[in-house]
T-cell receptor, first 113, second 116 residues
Framework: AQSVTQPDIHITVSEGASLELRCNYS??????LFWYVQSPGQGLQLLLK??????LVQGIKGFEAEFKRSQSSFNLRKPSVHWSDAAEYFC???????????FGKGTKLSVKP | DADVTQTPRNRITKTGKRIMLECSQT?????MYWYRQDPGLGLRLIYY???????NKGEISDGYSVSRQAQAKFSLSLESAIPNQTALYFC???????????????FGPGTRLTVL
């Protein structure tokens, strides 16, 4: 079955520290991959996406993600976290011949001063 | 102005009532989607529509119905609301570029629905 796993429900990091949010997927073939962010009380904003080509993709707000086919992973990273990054982050996949997104359950990020 | 709008933004209703949530978009996209979000469960797809004449059930369509009145409008109805339909509901759109297209979804701000 197709699925997305975000192993960490809640992560707390200090402001200025580096961040890595994990995402693993189970899919029959290489899907399209996405990271979305949801700030408190807000809708979902697309951070970045991977379709093909370079496995390291750059997104908005200084985020990047690396697609690793061998590990079925698409982890999100940021070298230095800002207090405004506190939000919930969702990894999602979509099949190359389908229109529907499958979401992970999300990782809530808290940032300590 | 926002590209994807949802009305109402908040709604409290009672068990058994019929309620409609509306979504409008100015992005000119063909595809529209309805999701619900529950704490700890992420987003789950309720219904989706690839064009005005195409409506498809998603993962959790029971208890819901939809109407695609125009390319820009996609409504979600709860015919007889029940408390476990209390959730945050999101509409999304995508341009739609064929089966092999690399389609990105853009989300509205959400509607918080409470069923008492």
């Amino acid at each position: 079955a197709q699925s997305v796993t975000q192993p960490d429900i809640h992560i707390t990091v200090s402001e200025g520290a580096s961040l890595e949010l994990r995402c693993n997927y189970s899919y029959g073939a290489t899907p399209y991959l996405f990271w979305y962010v949801q700030s408190p009380g807000q809708g979902l904003q697309l951070l970045l996406k991977y379709f093909s080509g370079d496995t390291l993709v750059q997104g908005i707000k200084g985020f990047e993600a690396e697609f690793k086919r061998s590990q079925s992973s698409f982890n999100l990273r940021k070298p230095s976290v800002h207090w405004s990054d506190a939000a919930e982050y969702f990894c999602a996949v979509r099949g190359r011949s389908q229109g529907n997104l499958i979401f992970g359950k999300g990782t809530k990020l808290s940032v300590k001063p | 102005d926002a590209d994807v709008t949802q009305t109402p933004r908040n709604r409290i209703t009672k068990t058994g009532k019929r309620i409609m949530l509306e979504c409008s978009q100015t992005k000119g996209h063909d595809r529209m989607y309805w999701y619900r979000q529950d704490p700890g469960l992420g987003l789950r797809l309720i219904y989706y529509s690839f064009d005005v004449k195409d409506i498809n059930k998603g993962e959790i369509s029971d208890g819901y119905s939809v109407s695609r009145q125009a390319q820009a409008k996609f409504s979600l109805s709860l015919e007889s609301a029940i408390p476990n339909q209390t959730a945050l509901y999101f509409c999304a759109t995508s341009v739609g570029s064929g089966l092999a297209g690399s389609d990105t979804q853009y989300f509205g701000p959400g509607t918080r629905l409470t069923v008492l």
